[in-house]
Nanobody
Framework: QVPLVESGGGLVQAGGSLRLSCAAS????????VGWFRQAPGKDREFVAA????????YSADSVKGRFTISRDDAKNTVYLQMNSLKPEDTAVYYC??????????????????WGQGTQVTVSS
């Protein structure tokens, strides 16, 4: 098991910024590829961003490209999702997920073995 805990969600106005954190306790997160997903009410869970184990590769969905950035701080055992220029359509529960493998299917939820409990992000217009 890899206990993942997300934090940093909240209520923000459109155009604002938030930084989400995904921390792992008892495990070295640098050994895992990590992804961020989100799920809005009544919608399927969707891929947001991912980074591989080394942090040398980062991927993001077209809907957030240029606005969201994924990064990792291995010294703090944490992966971040910096979200800028937020829009009301970004409102969702955001989840981080981890897998000990590298995969070309980084955008697929089935790739990941471990999930956090989620953090709510609400963007008001």
């Amino acid at each position: 098991q890899v206990p993942l805990v997300e934090s940093g969600g909240g209520l923000v106005q459109a155009g604002g910024s938030l930084r989400l954190s995904c921390a792992a306790s008892g495990r070295t997160l640098s050994r895992y590829s990590v992804g961020w997903f989100r799920q809005a009410p009544g919608k399927d869970r969707e891929f947001v961003a991912a980074t591989n184990r080394s942090g040398g590769s980062a991927y993001s969905a077209d809907s957030v490209k240029g606005r969201f950035t994924i990064s990792r701080d291995d010294a703090k055992n944490t992966v971040y999702l910096q979200m800028n220029s937020l829009k009301p359509e970004d409102t969702a529960v955001y989840y981080c997920a981890a897998t000990p493998y590298s995969s070309s299917y980084y955008y697929a939820s089935y790739t990941y073995n471990y999930w956090g409990q989620g953090t709510q992000v609400t963007v008001s217009s």
